[in-house]
């Protein structure tokens, strides 16, 4: 099993990017994910400066999909078009980027959902497989996350998993958020029954309750039985830390109960 510690952007977020660019040299890590939104949106010119970066430091990347004002399961066929767009765009710019990763969240149901009962569902497994498809074209390997309770997401339980695996016809892994799974109470199936697609993880803390993006072990998150179900797993890949503070104590602390595990 191959492991490596990262950390997201969003601790960073608020400062205007070219003032967050020092933020991603860190002690713990070399591998950051970085998120294309917001005042970190990414550009054509803000890729040439985070190359620079990664031949002077030896970064590795990931990309964080936006997410704000996203739905690629929207009604709406302009809105939904205009918000997969938005979406190929960011994947020409990982691949720009040489990332290694590409995060991006599932669609939501919307009002019209009453009407037309299973629609999200659908619209959302054809966005994924376009997206899938334009990643591929590429170079670049997309992976979708579970998302978290209470808003209306059509993929956040263990079983709208399993139904998307069979319905997408395309294979594709998964990120695993334990902050999100923590919230359901379903880490450990979804590690169990998924370890085996789970390309990437996030890790945060919460009360089990919504998501707070604490920094790790400040909530009720057991880690000690999650490290251990992680490293009793197939995965190999990326654990992502997305707290919005003590990132660097994040890594410390995964690192020694992944040692000691």
């Known amino acids: 099993m191959d492991i490596e510690f990262a950390a997201s952007t969003l601790f960073c977020l608020h400062k205007p990017f070219e003032d967050a660019l020092s933020d991603l040299i860190l002690d713990e890590t070399r591998c950051i994910e970085l998120v294309d939104d917001g005042l970190h949106a990414l550009t054509r010119r803000r890729v040439e400066r985070l190359l620079e970066m990664k031949a002077s430091y030896g970064l590795r990347y990931a990309v964080h999909a936006p997410f704000t004002d996203v739905n690629i399961a929207a009604y709406d066929d302009g809105l939904r078009e205009g918000v997969l767009r ?74 709208d ?12 892994d998964m ?28 890790v945060s803390d919460n009360h ?28 190999s890949g990326w654990i992502v830390v997305e707290s919005y503070k003590g990132v660097e104590e994040s890594i410390r602390l995964l690192r020694k109960l992944t040692t000691e595990a």
């Open 161 to 172: 998993f399993k139904r998307f695996f069979d319905d997408v016809g395309v294979e594709v």
């Open 86 to 159: 938005r979406i190929e765009r960011s994947i020409r710019l990982a691949s720009a980027l040489k990332a290694e990763a590409f995060v991006f969240h599932p669609g939501a149901t919307t009002a019209m959902e009453h009407f037309y009962p299973g629609k999200a569902w659908d619209l959302n497994t054809r966005s994924v497989g376009r997206l899938l498809r334009y990643a591929d074209d590429y170079g670049v390997s997309a992976m979708i996350e579970n998302v978290p309770e209470p808003f209306p997401f059509v993929m956040k339980s263990v079983e």
């Open 208 to 235: 089990g309750q919504m998501d707070k993006h604490l920094q790790v072990g400040e909530g009720s998150v057991d880690w000690e039985e999650t490290v251990a179900a992680v490293r009793a797993s197939p995965f």
């Open 175 to 202: 990120v695993l958020d334990v902050a999100h799974s923590h919230i359901r109470g379903e880490t450990l199936e979804f590690v169990s029954r998924f370890g085996d697609r789970v390309g990437h993880i996030h």
